[in-house]
């Protein structure tokens, strides 16, 4: 009785974290496989899959209601798992990085991609939406994005990251994932 909680606590994290991460990984792995199946079946199983984020998350937010000792973790998969619905993430990785709070690993992630665009490896189109993507989750992390940077993702980001920003502005939630309550 001693940890009054702690280690439930961190179990509990871990089991969430765990869970998505698996969405996550079935989001990827339906992307890659999406040449494998027909049209219908991929909205099917993405279909599937969204709902089951929309699970999640109304599990976090009953959670989060509660129990605030788990409120900062629990708010950043919110947010991540609301970039996957409202589908303006479309890279899992990207996902991932964000719910898990990893601004390096983001910024490894874009220096990764611009490399691979520049040798001719990743098309313009793909480049430029794992671009945009990977600075607003920094954006949405509270990291200082360069002057070249916000240009770019003034210029081109989406209709789809607006809508994500109206999803989190509607929850309440400030860039860093803290709520205002």
């Known amino acids: 009785m001693a940890s009054r909680g702690a280690s439930e606590t961190q179990k509990l994290r871990q089991q969430m974290e765990d ?12 992307e890659e496989c999406k040449a494998d ?10 279909k599937d899959t969204i709902e089951q984020l929309n699970e999640f998350q109304s599990s976090l937010s009953r959670m989060t209601s509660g129990d605030m000792t ?10 991540a798992i609301q970039a996957a619905i409202s589908q303006a993430f479309k890279t899992p990785e990207v996902i991932q990085m964000f719910a898990k709070k990893q601004p390096d ?21 793909p480049y430029t939406q794992q671009k945009v993507e990977i600075l607003s989750a920094l954006q949405k992390l509270g990291v200082s994005l360069t002057a070249a940077e916000q240009s770019f993702l003034d210029s081109h980001g989406s209709s789809l990251m607006k809508n994500f920003d109206q999803v989190t502005d509607e929850t309440g939630k400030h860039i860093n994932g803290f709520s205002d309550k």
């Open 19 to 30: 869970q998505l991460d698996r969405l996550v990984a079935q989001l990827s792995d339906l």
């Open 37 to 46: 199946l027909d049209e219908e079946e991929y909205e099917e199983v993405r």
């Open 105 to 125: 690993q983001l910024r490894e992630k874009l220096s990764q991609i611009e490399r691979d665009q520049k040798i001719g490896k990743l098309p313009v189109e």
């Open 70 to 79: 788990l409120v900062d973790s629990f708010n950043a998969m919110q947010l």
